[in-house]
């Protein structure tokens, strides 16, 4: 559970980091996460360690040879400041000239594997913290933190996430966790399913995956194959930032996800070709306005739906990447939903007449505040390759519980769990008439609207009658105002004679 004091304890982390000329966000949270592995790593060997000694077996893995031992975690926690950044930097290396840094970065490779996920995207990652006082001084602060079970540090990473106040290139930027929560709990992941997000950032959706596993169905951890599942074949992720993917990894292990697919390469391009229908789940907030050339494009995406647009071609990658029968929930930005474009058009023609597109979700533009103001939508769909489409769900949220604004304050309005809700149970919504927040529009009147999925297209909006007064009224009422001016006036005038 995230407390106050652990709340503090980060923000005070993040303050020292500011100060001591790290100001850039996900420089911090990167420098942070280096940090964070490292105690990591030191724990698990002390309990790896303490247990073959009580077994009396041998220790399965070594993460550090006897020149190394310096390296570790509660080695160099209390050395003095200028003696631990030597261990960082080149003033005090091991035998085979490796420092901290450098040594953690290693353990990327094979003989490393039981160091986790994260080590295997180290390459290219740079030691920023500049000076030996502020090395001593975050790691002091981290030293204190109890992180002792895996909610405790999965909130403590995830508020360290939310700090992310600015948006990233390509037009990617953090998705609102209550958001991410919303599509999971819409789509309600099965002990079989495999989940992917082709455009990872952070991995909050896997994440979010594996939290609904863990609070609705912990009885499945008893299987021994659910947990192999869960740890190593159950999610996967596709990003091409390398700083994003280590980030992503660190955030999947505190959530005890051990063993994640994460693969480091663009979703969209000919390299990533072999992701043919291998998932049965998909939750992504693809990027927006990004735009590539046709020959950076892999070309059977063009076959779906020939665009520049990435918004559009991720909804083909996914729908290639979907196994028949395999579910979508993703964010799309609201031209999606109505572009007049020969892409948009055939990719919604595509969804609607050739799989199964189940529902829309209309977000208002405040949702992504303060990144972005672009309107968005949620497009829930199943692929089927033969049609299936039959009335689509509209939900038009207009609160998700916080101000529309760029404060984002808690509000007490909140549309969220009525959309879960209801989502749930499409079949009692036949009854609702176009002027409620939800209904369903059958296949034949959105064929009819050149496929159109703007709510604003099927939803009447009921305007009250509002009776006004006549003008002779309105001039009557003027003229007994100024009667009544004009006698205030002359009893002021006799009080001052």
Known sequence: MLTGELKSQVDKIWETFWTGGVSNPL????????????????????LAEKKANLLGTPLKSVQYTPAQQRFRWHSFVNKDPETMFGLFTKSQQDA????????MKQLGTEAGQAAGIFAQFMKGA????????????????????????????????????????TAGTNGQFRTP?????????????????????????????????????????????????????????????????????????MNLQLHGIEHPQLVGRDALS?????????????????????????????????????????????????????????????IVPDGVLFGSSNAHVQIRQTLIAGHKLEAVISMPSGVFKPYAGVSTAVLVFTKTNN????????????????????????????????IIARYQNRQNEQARSRTEQSFLVPLAEIEQNNWDLSINRYKQVVYEQVQHDSPAEIIAKIEGLDAERAQALAVLKGLLA
């Open 126 to 165: 740079t030691f920023m913290i500049p000076t030996p006082k502020l090395l001593d001084q975050v790691v002091q602060m981290i030293a204190k933190i109890q992180m002792d079970d895996r909610d405790t540090k999965g909130d403590l990473y995830e508020y360290l996430l939310s700090k992310i106040a």
């Open 270 to 330: 000919e390299a990533n070709a072999d992701s043919r229908e291998q998932f049965s789940l998909i939750l992504a907030n693809p990027p927006f306005k990004g735009s590539l050339d046709y020959d950076g494009v892999e070309s059977s995406l063009l076959t779906t739906v020939k665009t520049k647009k990435t918004e559009l071609l991720f909804l083909g990658l996914i729908l290639r990447m979907l196994k028949v029968g395999g579910r979508c929930a993703v």
């Open 96 to 103: 085979d000239n490796l420092t901290v840094f450098e040594h």
């Open 27 to 46: 420089t911090v949270i990167e420098q942070f996460t280096f940090l964070l592995f490292l105690r990591r790593l030191d724990e698990n060997q002390l």
């Open 177 to 249: 966790r209550h958001i991410i929560k919303m599509m999971v709990e819409m789509m309600q992941p099965t002990q079989d399913d495999s989940i992917a997000d082709p455009a990872c950032g952070t991995a909050g959706f896997l994440v979010a995956g594996g939290e609904y596993v863990h609070e609705h169905h912990p009885d499945w951890f008893h299987d021994a194959a659910f947990t192999a599942h869960f740890n190593q074949d159950m999610f996967t992720g596709i990003e091409f930032d390398a700083t994003m993917l280590r980030i992503a990894a």
């Open 387 to 418: 049609g299936g489409t039959d009335n689509v769900w509209f939900y038009d949220m207009q609160a998700d519980g916080y101000s529309l604004d760029d404060k984002r304050s808690p509000i007490k309005e909140n549309n969220i769990a009525d």
